[in-house]
């Protein structure tokens, strides 16, 4: 069967995205057994401000992220340590516009023993130049919850602009109200986004 039978497809398409110390490959129940060992370093399910899936809540929250590819609202990703070759989280294209050719980053998790190291800077680069380099896209936005202060700090740190506050936007699941900062980088600011990012990635780490 051609492609052209199959019909068009979803945009973003599906992609490999390649660095130093990352790789992200398109999402699949193969790295199920992987992603419940990431997620239990940390027991990151416990993070009451955000959405990240337990052990045996692992094969649904894959299920539902495919879902939403085959609806084209959702490209979602598995993040492999290149130094390990197994995933150490997920993060995804979300609340894709087509038609205006947006995205967000979002609906993203790593295993506790990688978080604020450089493989979550090299992830974002990829997606971001990807994103304004490859999809032509005019805006990346990003989400968060307003108390999740670390997360707003790594958006901030990356270049992205306050857009602003959505009052009680959306229940948490333990049935709080949870006032999201939205975030965005225009393509105007990339090539100064893309400079500072690099120079993240090269600089010396303590």
Known sequence: MTDEALGPHPWPAPAVLEGRIA????????HRASLIEAVKDGE????????????E??????????????????LPFAVIDLATGEPAGMTT????????????????????????????????????????ETLDCIAVEFRTHF???????????????????LRNHMRMTDGSLRDT???????SEWPA?????????EKPRD
């Not at 967000?104 to 450089?118: D, F, L």
Request: charged share 25%.
């Open 181 to 187: 900062c939205a975030y965005s980088i225009i393509a």
């Open 93 to 132: 294209y979300m609340n894709i516009d087509a038609v205006s050719r947006r995205v967000e980053i979002g609906s993203t998790w790593y295993r506790k023993s990688v978080q604020r190291s450089a493989l979550n800077t090299e992830c974002k680069l990829l997606l971001l130049r990807h994103a304004f």
């Open 147 to 165: 108390l999740n202060h670390q997360s707003r700090r790594a958006i901030e740190r990356l270049g992205a602009k306050l857009d602003g506050v």
């Open 193 to 201: 986004v893309r400079a500072n990012l690099s120079w993240q990635m």
């Open 44 to 55: 990151l399910w416990r993070l009451w401000y955000t959405f990240i899936p337990s052990p």
């Open 57 to 74: 809540k692992m094969k649904a929250e894959i299920d539902r992220r495919l879902a939403l590819r085959e609806a084209g609202s959702m």
């Open 23 to 30: 790789r992200l490959e398109p999402l699949s129940q193969a």
